[in-house]
């Protein structure tokens, strides 16, 4: 039986890591999957859960066509929360602190759900890793992390009825119609 348990444990972190690698496969929304990954995330072994992380960045990365869906998913099984523990986390490695940080970026931008991006905890949280030394290393996820406070700041302000800042603005002129996310 402890083998058994033992031999589930180890393969954990290589099947995350699968699914992960097939989330541009999939030509329908994967909620399975995604919920699957979510569950990852609550896992007691670290190395599950930062596969969790990459895994989830993939289903929602600008590349996947089904992005705003699985965000959907990904909101709606609460891995937000996790997702914030995982960066506040003093032992958690860099690395997956800057992965966790780009999937909560990424899931701000992905979403115009203003009930679930006015959490003012991720809006504190992503001001935090503003200034962090974590950014000197990876300069690329400073122009996602500086949309994504935009975006959660305009949702902060979003309080009076019928005024919904966090939905894409379309502009229109004699030349056509151009949508700004």
Known sequence: MFLGNCLLLALQAPCVKALGSLAH?????????????TMALRSQDTMVAAEGVIALSKFVNENNYLKKEHTKTIFEEGATDRLIEILVTSCTD?????????????LSLNTNDIN?????????????FS???????????????????????????????????????????????????
């Open 94 to 106: 860099p690395n997956t602190q800057v992965q966790a940080l780009k999937l909560l970026c990424d």
């Open 25 to 37: 496969i999939f030509r329908v929304p994967a909620n399975q999957q995604v919920r699957a990954l």
């Open 116 to 128: 679930a991006l006015g959490d003012a905890e991720m809006l504190a949280v992503l001001l935090t």
């Open 131 to 181: 200034h962090s030394p974590l950014l000197e290393e990876n300069e690329g996820i400073q122009p996602l992390l500086t949309k994504a406070i935009s975006k959660l700041e305009l949702c902060q302000l979003d309080s009076s009825p019928g005024m919904h800042y966090c939905e894409p603005l379309i502009f229109c002129c004699f030349s056509g119609c151009i949508s700004i996310d």
